[in-house]
């Protein structure tokens, strides 16, 4: 295949990405207004006892219960920690985090865009009781910061989208590493222990070539239970499976066009028609066989991604705010706005990350280990770090985990909401004013 083509395919594959995490966080956004909307209604009584109602299963004697928001966090989050998951494989494997030399300024930046805001948060909280709430601001949301940045449209070049990319996968990785090693009351070895095993099954399951969907899904579900009977969270299990899946085809491009075009020989020979295949078996076996070898061809990991962007774009997350945002704006929350968690995690998003973002990518560009993109200047990797501070998803998820107290709660969530806005609106303007006009651009 010509560089060309490799680079048209990419390139398709990055806008159809884009345009998903573009109309999702539209999707984002109109939830978490109706979730804020009815948590300060005069029925938000009714909003508590919804995201509170249990719901689970009855076996005799034994019960399994959840709350519908803990269903929602700790079930359906696995789904797109399993998105995540494939995201940084394939970045690992074959993307913008494949070799050291691409790797080096996405990864600095994102280094840096979660060590300052940590530190600027322990150091206001240092010894008291938010100390726990460190991982917050560490997070960037890559929805929200690429629809903004998609907002800009031809003027920002490709390959500022790419870094943004980047960065955020990474910046991903890092909080799904801070969040199984911070995170983590106790660890359960034997509920640990069977995750590992039913996860041995299904790569065993994989490599011997099981078609069964259901028997995939069955392990998955199987691994999420263990996880969350090990004490981990139980979205990590998300992650786990996801390493399993190949990213690469299974099928050699020189097997695959050899396959492919004896078999349409074969068709063309025949004198295929609409009718034909139905008294001519050869010619229904001849489409199957293109069937599976085009199926084969076809890397795993990037057709589950095609398949559960929009699940998780349109679902997922959506639900996920509308039961996680719905913060109670009341006097007790509002009159503690200067509280050391809220002014942590706002001065962590809307100063540490851009700050940290610049200082990273400045050093790793002065060691000599990385170099600007093309067509990227120090101005846009600014207005970039500002869109980095848009912590929302992850933020919210990991102030779930990190506060137990439901004033700290109601805080985190306030400084979240209100920082992210801050950020998002800084790195457009900045965006703006310094990226070319869209004529030059293009």
């Known amino acids: 295949m010509s560089s060309a083509r490799r680079d048209a395919g990419s390139g398709g594959m990055l806008r159809e990405f884009l345009h998903a995490e573009t109309s999702g966080s539209l999707v984002l956004i109109a939830c978490t207004l109706a979730a804020l909307a009815w948590a300060n209604s005069p029925w938000h009584a009714a909003y508590h006892d919804l995201t509170h109602a249990t719901f689970g299963l009855r076996l005799g004697g034994a019960s399994f219960e959840l709350s519908l928001q803990h269903w929602i966090n700790d079930g359906l989050m696995a789904l797109f920690f399993f998105v995540v998951g494939l995201e940084v494989k394939r970045e690992l494997q074959v993307g913008e985090l494949s070799s050291r030399r691409k790797a080096a300024l996405p990864v600095s930046a994102a280094l840096g865009g979660m060590l300052v805001p940590a530190l600027l948060y322990a150091a206001l909280n240092v010894g008291g009781e938010g100390a726990a709430g460190w991982g917050v601001p560490m997070a960037t949301d890559i929805a929200f910061a690429l629809g903004i940045l ?59 070539g099981v078609r069964v969907v259901w028997a995939y899904v069955l392990l998955a579900i199987g691994v999420w239970a263990c996880v969350l009977a090990s004490g981990l969270h139980a979205t990590l299990a998300g992650i786990a499976v996801a390493m399993l899946v190949p990213v ?195």
């Open 248 to 442: 690469r085809s299974k099928l050699d491009p020189g097997e695959f066009f050899a396959r492919t075009r004896r078999r349409i020989d074969e068709l063309e020979a025949s004198e295929l028609t609409q009718e034909s295949m139905v008294h001519r078996a050869h010619e229904m076996e001849a489409l199957d066989d293109l069937y599976l070898t085009a199926e084969r061809m076809r890397p795993p990991g990037l057709a589950l991604e095609h398949l559960l962007h929009p699940v998780q774009a349109f679902f997922v997350l959506p639900l996920f705010a509308f039961f996680n945002a719905g913060v109670r704006l009341d006097g007790e929350v509002l009159g503690q706005v200067a509280h050391p968690v809220s002014l942590g995690i706002l001065l962590g998003l809307f100063v540490g990350k851009p700050v940290g973002v610049m200082l990273f990518s400045w050093l790793a560009v002065k060691s000599g280990q990385a170099a600007l993109p093309d067509r990227v200047r120090w101005s846009h990797l600014a207005g970039i770090g500002c869109l980095a501070g848009v912590g929302f998803t992850m933020s919210i998820f990991i102030s779930g985990l990190a506060f137990a107290e439901p004033l700290h709660a109601s805080l985190s969530k306030v400084a979240i909401l209100g920082a992210s806005l801050l950020s998002g609106v800084l790195g457009f303007l900045v965006l703006r004013r310094t990226l070319p006009p869209r004529a030059e651009a293009s």
């Open 150 to 208: 998609a907002l800009l449209g031809s003027r920002a070049p490709v390959a500022l989208k790419v870094f943004l990319t980047a960065l955020a996968i990474a910046d991903d990785l890092g909080a799904i590493v801070v969040i199984a090693l911070f995170y983590t009351e106790s660890i359960r070895l034997p509920a640990l222990g069977g995750a590992a095993a039913l996860l041995v099954v299904l790569w065993l399951v994989a490599r011997s």
